[in-house]
């Protein structure tokens, strides 16, 4: 039997958590109703990745907002944080 890897640990674990069919996982993110909101949150981690690809990590610092953060940050889905300045840009995608 072939190791799963670690994104399918994740879904398997998130799908258990929330009681949401593993068996049925690709018809439900397959809903209309659920794909504006899937594109959009996959954009804002397209965006995280490129950045963190462009920008130096040596002078930069680019993480995903998270939830408990976005009371702070509104309207703000990546924050990149220049480490010498010390002065943040954020940005919504």
Not at 20 to 33: C, F, G, Q, R, S
Not at 64 to 77: G, L, N, R, V
């Amino acid at each position: 039997m072939a190791m799963k890897s670690a994104w399918q640990e994740k879904i398997e674990q998130y799908c258990e958590a929330f009681n949401v069919p593993l068996i049925h996982i690709a018809e439900i993110l397959n809903e209309p109703k659920v794909i504006p909101m899937i594109r959009g949150k996959g954009f804002e981690y397209t965006v995280l990745s490129t950045l963190q690809e462009v920008l130096p990590n040596n002078e930069w610092k680019v993480h995903k907002i998270s939830m408990s953060e976005e009371a702070a940050f509104h309207d703000t889905d990546v924050r990149v944080f220049h480490k010498r300045s010390g002065k943040s840009v954020r940005v919504e995608c």
